[in-house]
């Protein structure tokens, strides 16, 4: 063996440390903490919690904060300790809802202008119930 072998291990050892690491909680059922305590815990914090619910043996709150932001935490069920927390973006559908509620035009979809006699008909580009063709040129 080399001088440089167990170094070499030693850099694979600590290179596989994060993989072994996981955010997933393995508390027995048995020493959970009810839904009320992390609601508490919640409260504490200064969060208001829309959603709660068991995400890989840990709790998973959806809440705001004091300052209205939105945030997603995992909690560990026995200790109630946060695990994991991370600021949650806002969809996209909530941001349309908010748009239309506004009536900014940006977020709207154009409406249609209203066919003309004169206007050439337009083929559609399939028929319901017709075989597919396609042409190779």
């Known amino acids: ?3 440089r072998t167990p170094l070499f291990v030693a850099a694979l050892a600590l290179a596989a440390l994060p993989a072994l690491a996981s955010d997933d909680c393995d508390a027995p059922v048995e020493r959970w903490q009810s839904r009320e305590a992390v609601q508490q815990m919640a409260a504490s914090q200064g969060w ?3 959603r709660l619910k068991i995400d890989d043996g840990c709790y998973e709150l959806h809440a705001t904060d ?3 932001r939105s945030l997603k935490a995992k909690v560990d069920p026995e200790t109630l300790q946060i695990i994991k927390i991370k600021q949650r973006k806002e969809r996209r559908r909530d941001q349309r809802r908010d748009h239309e509620e ?3 035009a940006g977020a709207q979809a154009p409406a249609a202008s209203p066919s003309t006699p004169d206007a050439p008909a337009v083929a ?3 028929t319901p119930g017709a075989t597919p063709r396609a042409r190779i040129e």
């Open 66 to 68: 004091a300052q209205g």
């Open 102 to 104: 506004r009536g900014d």
């Open 124 to 126: 559609p580009i399939f």
């Open 48 to 50: 208001t919690v829309q």
């Open 1 to 3: 063996m080399t001088s």
